[in-house]
């Protein structure tokens, strides 16, 4: 149960991250404001959650139809009881605490900027710095940086 609930949890991470960049976009920020930006960006957390999604499936599929034997329904549940358990405490809360809420909120309304832990024009400073202070280096340090 907790190797499939990884799925879930980093899948659900990867898409919290492209729903924050995607208000952060839409509410007209540029990611010079953003302290820490990943890596890859959004396109590696559209891979990741594929990734997850495609572990997903590939687990419920050999849950369903295991290598030797029939289907058996106790054996399924027993390999995917996280789907289940994940969707009855997502519902429950939907039922008990979400019940105005939407199912996500919209980009346009999301709140990106509380528990910043600086004011965004002293980050759009220090970025200023940072792209000032930083010399051109030669072409093979530039692509082994921008790997690694």
Known sequence: MSGLANFFIWG??????IRFRAGWQTQGHSLDE???KASFGVIGSWIGLG?????????FYVALFPIQGSPDPSAFFQQYLAAPLILALYLGWKCTVGRKDPFMISAKDMDVTSGLRANIEEIQQMAEEKRANTTPKGLPMRIIRSVF
């Open 12 to 17: 659900s991470i990867c898409l919290a991250h």
């Open 34 to 36: 953003l302290p820490y």
């Open 51 to 59: 990734l997850n999604i495609l572990c997903l499936i590939a687990s």
